[in-house]
């Protein structure tokens, strides 16, 4: 099977970077995955990416070394099934809140005995003809952290078996405790909770990563010991273009 180069980069002690692809364009998402990101994230929750959308992303992706990775729109079985029938390399599921609704998850990801993924992954099979045997342990199941009741159990969260990676959205995150939703938190109070997450997850041998959107601060959180840092995403460097057309204003 094809490798997982994020796993890769682990073993060795190496962080990942990540950027984040709302557009539905496979032409945008390729020209990214040409500029030497670890990694990109199709995301189907917040753009406006249908399934036909996804799989063209993911085509694009492939043509690059970056690990192409799925954010499904919600913790739904067919829904996972379908990412990574698609050729997703890891999934992320968003607003996990317990341990359950992460075992729910994580099963519908592997094939069994460790899950009751259905079998037939279709375009994934060009990752490999070993794909059925091997993807258990390629697959990256990540936990998208980003509520008070994620954190609340994030320690029971992270001990699920197959589970690679919890995932921080600090702006749910900080408005579900009450405070400011927002990236690149800096209040003490979401900075506290966003530690115990990256604790949680040293604690139980799986990976960390957050989503951040500048470069700055992505820094400070490789440097804090997450795994995994979404540096940017495509709107915000289509957005940049704001910038150069000031200077004709």
């Not at 180069?5 to 995955?33: D, Q």
């Not at 005995?113 to 990540?142: E, M, V």
Request: glycine share 8%; with cysteine; aromatic share 6%.
């Amino acid at each position: 099977m094809r490798e997982n180069k994020l796993r890769t980069m682990w073993a060795s002690g190496r962080a990942a970077t990540n950027v984040w692809c709302h557009i539905p364009s496979s032409y945008a998402t390729e020209v990214i995955a040409h500029q030497g990101w670890d990694s990109l994230t199709v995301d189907t929750q917040h753009g406006p990416i249908g399934y036909t959308e996804m799989v063209a992303m993911l085509t694009a992706i492939a043509t690059t070394p970056a690990v192409p990775l799925v954010r499904v729109s919600w913790n739904n079985p067919g829904e996972v099934m379908r990412a990574a029938d698609a050729g997703a390399m890891g999934v992320i599921c968003p607003t996990v809140n317990t341990k359950a609704e992460c075992e729910q998850f994580v099963g519908a990801l592997r094939y069994a005995p460790l899950g009751y993924r259905s079998l037939g992954p279709n375009r994934a099979r060009f990752l490999g003809d070993d794909y059925t045997a091997t993807s258990n342990d390629t697959i990256l199941a990540i936990a998208q952290i980003e509520t008070a009741s994620g954190l609340e159990n994030v320690e029971a969260i992270a001990s699920v078996k197959g589970l690679d990676m919890l995932y921080i959205g600090p702006s749910d995150l900080g408005l579900s405790i009450g405070r400011e939703g927002r990236m690149d938190q800096t209040d003490a109070v979401v900075v506290a909770a966003i530690d115990r997450i990256l604790k949680a997850a040293k604690a139980a041998r799986i990976k960390a990563g957050i989503f951040c959107v500048d470069p700055a601060y992505s820094k400070a959180m490789l440097a804090k010991g997450f795994d995994l840092v979404t540096v940017l995403s495509d709107t915000t460097l289509l957005s940049a273009g704001a910038n150069v057309r000031k200077q004709f204003v």
